[in-house]
């Protein structure tokens, strides 16, 4: 609120807090429509003679403005007690325009080793098709081709690991598709469980590169052997 004051034998002052009017002329408005004071009577002395108006509240825009809401949180966390995952939804459907189809190598703690291939296709904003089938050694589909329809959001709560039981580094490794920088979740199951590390490779949004779970059996690993694109 704005602040009038008259002192004897001096003009008149305007005091106006930021956003108020100003000049003689609204002084002299609010001075006239108000109620004559013996300053006297509530002990302000004879010199000083004060009325305090009340201000007009802020505009609606004012108050949506100190209301804004906070900062768009990281895309990256997908809820509390969650490790950030190494990459968004957005970005493992960018890596995924066109469709693609990434070829891998299963090997079990019993050396058994098995060809997998998961395909992209029909790929939208939203999400894709996903085909997945085991290939033999020459590349021929071997038993039915699944398909499902995924979302990248789905896709990418894959590797949205328990911040308590996950330590998160950094590594390089030597892969079938080339030397790459990885982001290694170490991820610690709960007791009696296996415990799993995941090795993402920055260069290629999407699904591990590698995954090896470590169990009273032995240890099993899949590894990325092929990123192909039409």
């Given at each position: 609120m704005g602040l009038f004051s008259q002192r004897k034998e001096e003009e008149n002052?305007?005091?106006?807090?930021?956003?108020?009017?100003?000049?003689?002329?609204?002084?002299?408005?609010?001075?006239?429509?108000?109620?004559?004071?013996?300053?006297?009577?509530?002990?302000?002395?004879?010199?000083?003679?004060?009325?305090?108006?009340?201000?007009?509240?802020?505009?609606?825009?004012?108050?949506?403005?100190?209301?804004?809401?906070?900062?768009?949180?990281?895309?990256?966390?997908?809820?509390?007690g969650l490790l950030p995952t190494p990459f968004t939804a957005d970005e493992i459907?960018?890596?995924?325009?066109?469709?693609?189809?990434?070829?891998?190598?299963?090997?079990?703690?019993?050396?058994?080793?098995?060809?997998?291939?998961?395909?992209?296709?029909?790929?939208?904003?939203?999400?894709?098709?996903?085909?997945?089938?085991?290939?033999?050694?020459?590349?021929?589909?071997?038993?039915?081709?699944?398909?499902?329809?995924?979302?990248?959001?789905?896709?990418?709560?894959?590797?949205?690991?328990?911040?308590?039981?996950?330590?998160?580094?950094?590594?390089?490794?030597?892969?079938?598709?080339?030397?790459?920088?990885?982001?290694?979740?170490?991820?610690?199951?709960?007791?009696?469980?296996?415990?799993?590390?995941?090795?993402?490779?920055?260069?290629?949004?999407?699904?591990?590169?590698r995954v090896e779970t470590i169990s009273d059996e032995g240890v099993t690993r899949?590894?990325?052997?092929?990123?192909?694109?039409?």
């Amino acid at each position: 609120m704005g602040l009038f004051s008259q002192r004897k034998e001096e003009e008149n002052t305007w005091a106006a807090l930021p956003g108020e009017p100003r000049g003689a002329q609204d002084a002299a408005e609010v001075l006239d429509a108000s109620t004559a004071v013996d300053p006297l009577e509530i002990g302000l002395g004879a010199k000083y003679t004060s009325i305090v108006f009340p201000v007009a509240p802020p505009a609606p825009e004012a108050a949506d403005a100190s209301d804004a809401a906070p900062k768009d949180p990281d895309a990256h966390v997908l809820g509390p007690g969650l490790l950030p995952t190494p990459f968004t939804a957005d970005e493992i459907r960018d890596a995924a325009r066109g469709g693609k189809t990434i070829r891998m190598l299963d090997e079990e703690a019993d050396g058994t080793r098995t060809l997998r291939v998961n395909r992209f296709r029909e790929v939208d904003d939203d999400g894709a098709l996903l085909e997945r089938w085991t290939s033999g050694p020459t590349g021929i589909v071997d038993g039915e081709i699944e398909r499902s329809r995924v979302t990248w959001r789905e896709l990418q709560a894959h590797a949205a690991f328990p911040e308590d039981r996950t330590t998160l580094s950094s590594e390089t490794l030597e892969l079938p598709i080339g030397r790459v920088e990885c982001l290694r979740y170490e991820v610690r199951g709960p007791a009696d469980a296996a415990s799993e590390t995941f090795w993402f490779a920055t260069a290629h949004p999407g699904m591990q590169v590698r995954v090896e779970t470590i169990s009273d059996e032995g240890v099993t690993r899949t590894t990325v052997i092929a990123i192909e694109r039409p």
